[in-house]
């Protein structure tokens, strides 16, 4: 039997990356996969490949930024799949742009999406949760403790994940609901394609931290590797775990 045999989980921006490889591997160990997700095509895609694998799984397209109709869509996945144990909030987005250049539109469309959607989403998931207990995972960053230039809204979302999580995990303690983040390093997905090059692979990233050990690893990491910390903090073995982040980074922060 899976680990997630008979428990539905809502996997925000499911349908590329770390959500995709997550929703697959949760359909895997049993899981009822609902993908939200605005790429409603390859939301669409992904359910497709997790049915035809006999898996049940559902595609919910929408802007989590727009915020209004959340609440009901996820309304709408407890009707359909009859419960909700297991949200994961990942879908983001990064703007990349100097502090000086951002304007306030792109600066809130980073916070619209990478923080007030996870609230929002944990707001509406936590209504069906409190009738049986379940698990709420963010997806951070290691830019929640580090910075680099040209990415200060998307630091300052990632840093205030931190802090709803910890604030969630005690607010919802009571229903049985635990509530963490995770802070991947560099992981290799759309979202590390920059200018249509994969920044992992650019003879600077490899210069900087590969070569020098400022990644101990010495390689960037994969979707799978970040799925597999999800699955752990979605799963019975974190029963007595909640406000913890866990670092999935090759080592990265530790090097600093
Ligand atoms: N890739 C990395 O190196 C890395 C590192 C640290 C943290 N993360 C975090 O991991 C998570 C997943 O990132 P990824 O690398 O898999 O990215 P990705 O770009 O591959 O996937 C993001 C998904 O989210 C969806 N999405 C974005 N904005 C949305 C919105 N407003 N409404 C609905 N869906 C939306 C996209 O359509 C896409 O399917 C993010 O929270 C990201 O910040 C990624």
Redesign the pocket.
């Known amino acids: 039997m899976g680990r997630l045999a008979g428990k539905v989980a809502i996997v925000?921006?499911?349908?590329?990356?770390?959500?995709?490889a997550t929703a697959n591997l949760f359909s895997r160990e049993g899981a009822q996969v609902a993908i939200?997700?605005?790429?409603g095509a390859?939301a669409r895609e992904t359910v497709e490949n997790l049915r035809r694998a006999g898996a049940e799984a559902g595609a919910w397209e929408?802007?989590?930024?727009e915020g209004a109709v959340t609440e009901t869509i996820i309304a709408n996945v407890a009707a359909e799949m009859g419960r909700i144990d297991v949200l994961v909030n990942?879908?983001?987005?990064?703007v990349l742009r100097s502090f000086a250049q951002m304007t306030r539109e792109e600066w809130q469309k980073v916070l619209d999406?990478?923080l007030t959607?996870y609230f929002l989403c944990a707001r509406a998931a936590a209504k069906e949760m409190r009738k049986h207990g379940g698990s709420i995972i963010n997806?951070?960053?290691?830019?929640r403790i580090i910075s680099e230039p040209n990415s200060g809204a998307?630091a300052a979302s990632?840093g205030g994940v931190s802090q709803l999580t910890r604030n969630l995990a005690i607010e919802l303690a009571p229903d049985n609901i635990v509530v963490n983040s995770i802070?991947?390093?560099?992981?290799?997905?759309?979202?590390?394609v920059v200018n249509g090059v994969d920044e992992t692979t650019t003879p600077n990233f490899i210069d900087t931290y590969v070569k020098t050990g400022r990644i101990p690893l010495r390689r960037a990491g994969l979707?799978e590797e970040?799925a597999a910390a999800a699955l752990f903090l979605a799963s019975r073995e974190c029963g007595y775990l909640t406000g913890a982040d866990l670092v999935v980074d090759g080592g990265l922060t530790i090097t600093l």
Do not use: C, E, Q, W
């Open positions: 925000t921006g499911g349908a590329s990356g770390i959500g995709r939200l997700d605005r790429n390859a929408v802007d989590l930024a990942n879908a983001a987005t990064y999406t990478n959607a997806i951070s960053s290691v830019h998307y990632k802070s991947p390093g560099f992981i290799r997905t759309p979202m590390s979707p970040i």
